[in-house]
T-cell receptor, first 114, second 108 residues
């Protein structure tokens, strides 16, 4: 247990539905990252926050994806109008904020879109 | 060509053997991470390096900035070390670029 928690751990949804995932980072960590990992692949960067500011978004993050970190603590990742290709493990990580700091990963949310 | 390349892709060894996993990268980095991913997806950060060498228990990580190369060593390997080991570099935009991983199996 790294101290980063994610909920839910598993989500099954029908194509076209909206889903929302939550990440609670380690409390003193300023930076929060979202990654997506499909089967057999390494994680792909989606976006990251420095406190409540979203500083970078990958081109992988289409218009259907939105992430927030309203108070600089927990974060939510929402996928609208889910597609089967969205099925993946969604990982959250946090770090203290200095670029040399290690990122601590949560257990992930596994999404299956039917 | 991938920006981060690991070798080997797969490695099977007997318990007790000395293990080396290599990582080469082609971009400018501020730091390099070694991570361990167990079946089921859990990822644990093992090391973060920006220079030199770090040691934690039976794990040793080294980095040569000039040669853009890092190695992860496991001494006295044990079946519980079986996992996927991932090298990831942090570029100047603070993004992590991941290698494809090395699947390690240690047989008793």
């Amino acid at each position: 247990d790294t101290g980063v928690s994610q909920n839910p751990r598993h989500k099954i949804t029908k194509r076209g539905q909206n889903v929302t995932f939550r990440c609670d980072p380690i409390s003193e960590h300023n930076r929060l990252y979202w990654y997506r990992q499909t089967l057999g692949q390494g994680p792909e960067f989606l976006t990251y926050f420095q406190n409540e500011a979203q500083l970078e978004k990958s081109r992988l993050l289409s218009d259907r994806f939105s992430a927030e970190r309203p108070k600089g603590s927990f974060s939510t990742l929402e996928i609208q109008r889910t597609e089967q290709g969205d099925s993946a493990m969604y990982l959250c990580a946090s770090s203290r904020g200095q670029y040399t700091e290690t990122q601590y990963f949560g257990p992930g949310t596994r999404l299956l879109v039917l | 060509k991938n920006e981060v390349e690991q070798s080997p892709q797969n490695l099977t060894a007997q318990e007790g053997e000395f293990i080396t996993i290599n990582c080469s990268y082609s971009v400018g980095i501020s730091a390099l991470h070694w991570l361990q991913q167990h079946p089921g997806g859990g990822i644990v950060s093992l090391f973060m390096l920006s220079s030199g060498k770090k040691k934690h228990g039976r794990l040793i990580a080294t980095i040569n900035i000039q040669e853009k190369h890092s190695s992860l060593h496991i001494t006295a390997s044990h079946p519980r070390d079986s996992a996927v080991y991932i090298c990831a570099v942090m570029d100047s935009n603070y993004q992590l670029i991941w290698g494809a991983g090395t699947k390690l199996i240690i047989k008793p």
